[in-house]
């Protein structure tokens, strides 16, 4: 199992993936390492942060952890529905969703680990995000004002 993080694993439950993850964002935030779970592990479970937790989860899901084919497809099944909430959510803003993932896991390394921390909840605040990085803006002070609508 893979133990890095500074304390941020074994402090929000996270899987193998999401702490490389979230260690790649904080050492490109240049945060103290004694602070890193502070910061982190709150934002996670909540908000735009909690949204990318499970949809992780759903991500990193793999066949080796279930008894197999059926409960594989029943685990997705149960992590898809934690991530999209279709119970909840309109199919536009679970295709909101589906389009902001994408959109966030194409960007170039840099720009996709300073727009994830700050947790955009929808493709028009990722934008403004990722359009204020390379514009060198170092803080994103009224981006969400600044968003361009669908």
């Known amino acids: 199992a893979w133990s890095g993080g500074g304390g941020i694993c ?24 004694g602070e890193w779970t502070r910061r982190l592990v709150p934002a996670l479970h909540g908000g735009g ?9 759903f991500r990193q899901f793999r066949y080796q952890e279930a008894s197999g084919p059926r409960d594989v497809c029943r685990r997705l099944r149960e992590l898809s529905q934690g991530w999209l909430r279709p119970e909840v959510r309109s199919k536009e803003q679970i295709m909101e969703l ?11 390394e ?3 680990s300073w727009v994830w921390v700050r947790h955009p909840e929808s493709c028009a605040q990722a934008v403004a995000l990722a359009e204020s990085f390379q514009l060198g803006q170092g803080d994103p002070d009224g981006i969400w004002e600044q968003q361009v609508r669908p």
Do not use: D, N, Y
Not at 10 to 33: F, I, S
Not at 49 to 57: I, P, V, W
Not at 98 to 108: A, C, K, N, R, Y
């Open 10 to 33: 074994q402090a929000g439950g996270l899987g193998e993936g999401l702490c490389k993850l979230c260690t790649r964002v904080t050492e490109r935030c240049r945060w103290p390492r």
């Open 49 to 57: 942060a909690g949204t990318e937790m499970r949809r992780l989860r």
């Open 110 to 112: 840099e720009i996709q």
């Open 98 to 108: 589906l389009v902001l993932e994408q959109f966030l896991s194409i960007l170039p």
